[in-house]
């Protein structure tokens, strides 16, 4: 298994440009979300999706959108990019209801919005 | 919110055994308290978890107060390579909502 995949690793862009951070997951887990982890501090919840077709939001959702189409994939796209944006994202996904309701985490994307 | 407190960092000679402390003095019944760590700027990756009782695996061993308030991570003979950032935290998810706050963690430092 090859666990959570994210890409890109590293993207920069401009101020008001759109892009997609793609993750996937191959554990067939109901439970996917996106975190963002600016320096020095820990990690904040953006969006979260309990199953295909089920979406609803963190702690930070402003200046983000999701969905969940498959099982297998959740993207994360930034409509229009701002400096504050700037951050690192990892992708996580774990099975729920069980003992032990673990996360797995992608290796994160490096985001730069200039 | 059931909020963790966790020292900002720690130093630990290699071979040692490191005891990482976390408060989280508003934990509920029936909420999970789950360890992960950080290793420069990879993805967290999961350590142990328990709810009352102690916890072993053969990564480490988390021990829990039994008025559940607080609990240690204890990394029996650490190595240069668990030198990373790490998080306690209190899984308040319920049915289907997600909820994990993670803080700032803490900074173990194992040195040669």
């Known amino acids: 298994n090859a666990g959570v995949t994210q890409t890109p690793k590293f993207q920069v862009l401009k101020t008001g440009q759109s892009m997609t951070l793609q993750c996937a997951q191959d554990m067939n887990h109901e439970y996917m979300s996106w975190y963002r982890q600016d320096p020095g501090m820990g990690l904040r919840l953006i969006h979260y999706?309990?199953?295909?077709?089920?979406?609803d939001q963190g702690e930070v959702p402003n200046g983000y959108n999701v969905s969940r189409s498959t099982t297998e994939d959740f993207p994360l796209r930034l409509l229009s990019a701002a400096p504050s944006q700037t951050s690192v994202y990892f992708c996580?996904?774990?099975?729920?209801?069980?003992?032990?309701?673990?996360?797995?985490f992608g290796s994160g994307t490096q985001l730069s919005v200039l | 919110d059931a909020k963790t407190t966790q020292p900002t960092s720690m130093d630990c000679a290699e071979g040692r055994a490191a005891n990482l402390p976390c408060n989280h003095s508003?934990?509920?019944?029936?909420?999970?308290v789950y360890w992960y760590r950080q290793i420069h700027s990879q993805g967290p990756q999961y350590i142990i978890h328990?709810?009352?009782n102690n916890e072993t695996n053969e990564m480490a061993s988390l021990i829990i107060t039994e008025d559940r308030k607080s609990s240690t991570l204890i990394l029996p003979h650490a190595t240069l390579r668990d030198t990373a950032v790490y998080y306690c935290i209190v899984d308040q998810s319920q049915g289907g909502s997600e909820k994990l706050v993670f803080g700032k963690g803490m900074k173990l430092t194992v040195n040669p």
């Open positions: 996580a996904s774990r099975d729920r209801g069980t003992t032990n309701e673990k996360l797995f």
């Open positions: 508003t934990i509920s019944g029936n909420e999970y």
């Open positions: 328990g709810l009352k």
């Open positions: 999706s309990v199953g295909a077709g089920i979406t």
